[in-house]
């Protein structure tokens, strides 16, 4: 490798780089019990909160893939990210709110207060399915990234995706939310980090000033935002809309994410601090846009030979043709972007079978404890199975990126959550709650059909991430078909 960044040293940063974390997990773990894991104790500064959520939504996704696709994507994800403010703010004023005055553990349990036993537990299985899809595949991208140093050690993929998960299982098996607050909060910081000081060193190494980088980024083809043709998947309002219900369902109906937010003091700093958090995000992701257009300026420079798959463009360059330096800052950016979405969708994972099927917060006795860390257990394991698979399917499709993957695998899994909530909020019926399930399951195969035949059905239309819309849609219309004649009730 032209920069020296082999298996050894790689292993030695990730080395140094987990005991750091794990030092951060013995100091926030103390004294630790489930209410620790689920909740942080209902203590955690909103401030740090905020902080910490940007590394968990941007994830090693964002880190490899957002500046891969700018190449056939141009600056289009920005519009997507534009409709992140708008579902933000339906979070924080509508969601939160409820959130806090029912003092829910796990957000579905709403749907048990407004609907009933059949609607909470579908709720609950669509999160863990959408959550393990989501979060195994960041980890593969990462384990793919990383493997770009490792495979030429000899070491193999699985061990590779086995090692991740077992040093986030570490860290994590004690303190859950409480540790994971902190430790995100570190993390995003060495992942923006990483990703100015890249564009920094690129910069340099294509002699250009701060101002002629802008010019050069903004008066190129892959600074193209706008798109105005409706056909296009990537047209305006499409991805504008898209943005907003992604944000609301990854986030606002996401354990996962709400699980940081219930875990501070009060409804106000929950507030303060999404809102924040949500302002932050545009910036941030309009320097890893930059980035990627910055990566082909420089390997068009260096006349590089581009990867097949855009995903592997940022890491390609980093292990293989940037300096010593640049190659770890990346490493760095990387790992922590694996460990900070890695870490809290197990948390939230094991959080939501805990209390969602196990009942676990309702338990007397010290089994709870042990049964916690049996469940963290499994489904580190089933991460690492999933992982895998991901790798077989990534090898039978090499055009594939992982990015239009999770927000396809968004729009089919969270579409149900997305029905059964605006159904909730928006309506005062009650439903036949042992059929829900079953909507939910047509839903999204209505939906999945649509969305195959939809240039032939539908005069050439060609779905983009609103699929997940048309899907909550098909959630919300079924949920009419099976209410209860002449029997409402309010909205809790």
């Not at 399951?441 to 050439?460: F, H, K, Q």
């Amino acid at each position: 490798m032209e920069n020296g960044l082999g298996a050894g040293l790689i292993t030695l940063v990730i080395a140094v780089y987990f005991l750091l974390l794990l030092g951060i997990a013995q100091l926030t773990s103390r004294g630790a019990d489930t209410e620790s894991f689920f909740v942080g104790n209902r203590q955690s500064p909103w401030y740090v909160v905020a902080f910490g959520m940007i590394g968990a939504s941007l994830s090693g996704v964002t880190f490899i893939s957002v500046p891969g696709a700018v190449l056939t994507n141009q600056f289009a994800y920005f519009q997507l990210v534009l409709g992140y403010l708008l579902g933000y703010l339906v979070i924080g004023l509508v969601l939160l709110p409820l959130y806090y005055r029912l003092q829910l553990t796990s957000i579905y349990g709403y749907l048990s207060q407004r609907f009933g036993f059949w609607s909470y537990k579908s709720g609950a299985f669509f999160f863990i399915l959408s959550r393990m899809v989501g979060a195994s595949s960041r980890v593969f991208l990462t384990a793919s990234a990383l493997q770009l140093g490792f495979r030429e050690a000899g070491i193999p993929f699985w061990l590779t995706t086995v090692l991740s998960i077992l040093l986030i299982w570490v860290y994590t098996r004690q303190g859950g939310i409480k540790t994971i607050v902190w430790t995100d909060t570190l993390q995003t910081a060495f992942m923006i980090g990483a990703a100015v000081v890249s564009v920094y060193l690129i910069k340099d190494e294509l002699n250009w000033s701060f101002t002629q980088m802008l010019t050069q980024i903004s008066s190129s083809e892959y600074a193209k935002t706008w798109f105005w043709d409706a056909k296009d998947a990537k047209y305006f309002f499409k991805q504008f809309f898209s943005g907003a219900f992604i944000a609301i369902v990854m986030t606002g109906l996401d354990q996962d994410m709400m699980q940081k937010n219930l875990s501070c003091r009060n409804l106000g700093d929950a507030q303060k601090n999404m809102f924040w958090f949500s302002i932050v995000l545009v910036f941030v992701n309009l320097i890893f846009l930059s980035l990627g257009a910055l990566l082909y300026f420089y390997a068009a420079h260096k006349g590089i030979e581009l990867p097949a798959k855009t995903d592997q463009l940022y890491p390609f360059l980093a292990f293989k043709h940037f300096s010593l330096f640049a190659g770890i800052i990346f490493l760095l950016g990387i790992v922590a972007a694996t460990y900070s979405s890695a870490d809290s969708s197990l948390t939230a994972l094991t959080t939501s079978f805990c209390v969602d099927f196990l009942e676990i917060d309702n338990q007397k006795g010290g089994t709870q404890t042990s049964t916690v860390k049996l469940v963290h257990i499994g489904f580190s394991v089933l991460m690492v199975l999933v992982v895998l698979a991901f790798k077989q399917i990534s090898d039978a499709y090499p055009e594939s990126n992982v990015l239009e993957i999770i927000f396809t695998a968004a729009g089919y899994t969270y579409g149900p959550l997305l029905g059964l909530f605006s159904f909730g909020l928006f309506t005062t019926w009650q439903v036949r709650d042992k059929w829900v399930p079953l909507i939910c399951v047509v839903a999204l195969v209505a939906s999945y059909t649509l969305n195959i035949y939809s240039e032939e059905w539908l005069w050439g239309y060609k779905f983009g991430f609103e699929i997940l819309m048309l899907n909550g849609f098909i959630t919300f219309i079924g949920l009419l078909c099976i209410t209860i004649p002449k029997e409402k009730t309010g909205v809790v």
